[in-house]
């Protein structure tokens, strides 16, 4: 261990199990001396293991739906009281796609279901960053980071409307970021990881073939969960300080790629064996 948080106050969205990135980056912020703060839904808290990890973390955890102004509001307050002043970095892990659960096509979209999406996944970062800038809750030179992922730029199958909300994360982390930047010397930035087989990820239809595909194209493979935590806790320590309004690739190389050779191998092998295109499509 480093101590790069030691004496540092932090507040972390998104741990449900000890799948979930937030779990792993509540772990190791802890590790590196950071007093921390757990977040969810209620009911993700009811149905999750969260308590465990507050248990693990000597942390307390803080119920709100990151939707909610009101309920930002209440976390933000009851986080710095807790944790007997500002805090130094916030990791935003939340997102969910009712289309993508539902089995909607990206051209059959519900378009209160996408209104859920972006509210969700991107809009709550933007709730967040407004609250607690009204609130003057971070100190100077924090770091807020966002997850975010490659399909904000590329388009990929059947990740559909949650590439939309991915993109406007990454917009709102860059206007929010000037103006922080400008006005408190705060930082903020999302990350884009490499597909990691979380409870969430592991329900995606096709997740396997995904990961797959970007281990083959990628020159340092895939990115875990761990290396994931450990990138993290780099973004919120001083090592930074100068790093705002960045999307950061951590995906082992995968989206500066065309084509790689073990990728183009197995293509090969499938296209001799099976030239046909699917008759349908799903999406």
């Not at 206007?175 to 930047?181: H, K």
């Not at 087989?197 to 761990?226: C, H, Q, Y």
Request: charge should be neutral.
């Amino acid at each position: 261990m480093y101590n790069l948080l030691k004496g540092k106050k932090g507040l972390i969205f998104g741990a449900l199990n000890d799948k979930s990135l937030a779990w792993k980056v509540a772990e190791r912020a802890y590790e590196e001396g950071a007093e921390i703060v757990l977040t969810n839904t209620p009911v993700s808290i009811r149905f999750g293991e969260i308590q465990k990890l507050a248990d693990k973390c000597n942390a307390v955890v803080i119920p709100a739906d990151a939707t909610s102004v009101k309920d930002l509001e209440n976390l933000i307050d009851k986080a710095v009281e807790h944790l007997g002043g500002k805090l130094d970095f916030i990791l935003h892990s939340v997102a969910m796609s009712l289309n993508v659960r539902k089995g909607r096509t990206y051209d059959n979209l519900d378009y209160g279901f996408l209104n859920k999406t972006l509210d969700i996944s991107a809009i709550s970062f933007h709730k967040l960053l407004q609250v607690a800038k009204k609130k003057d809750a971070i100190n100077e030179w924090g770091s807020v980071v966002a997850l975010s992922y490659v399909a904000a730029q590329r388009t990929l199958y059947r990740y559909n409307d949650m590439a939309d909300a991915k993109a406007m994360l990454e917009s709102i982390a860059r206007s929010f970021g000037y103006i922080y930047g400008r006005e408190k010397k705060i930082r903020v930035n999302t990350i884009s990881q490499s597909p990691t087989l979380t409870t969430a990820g592991s329900g995606v239809k096709g997740i396997d073939g995904l990961m797959d595909f970007s281990e083959r194209m990628s020159p340092l493979g895939n990115a875990t969960a761990d290396e994931f935590a450990n990138f993290c806790i780099v973004m919120f320590s001083d090592l930074t300080k100068k790093i705002t309004m960045q999307n950061i690739f951590h995906d082992g190389g995968f989206s500066s790629m065309g084509m790689s050779l073990r990728a183009m191998t197995v293509y090969n092998q499938a296209l001799n064996n099976n030239p046909k295109e699917p008759d349908n499509y799903d999406e």
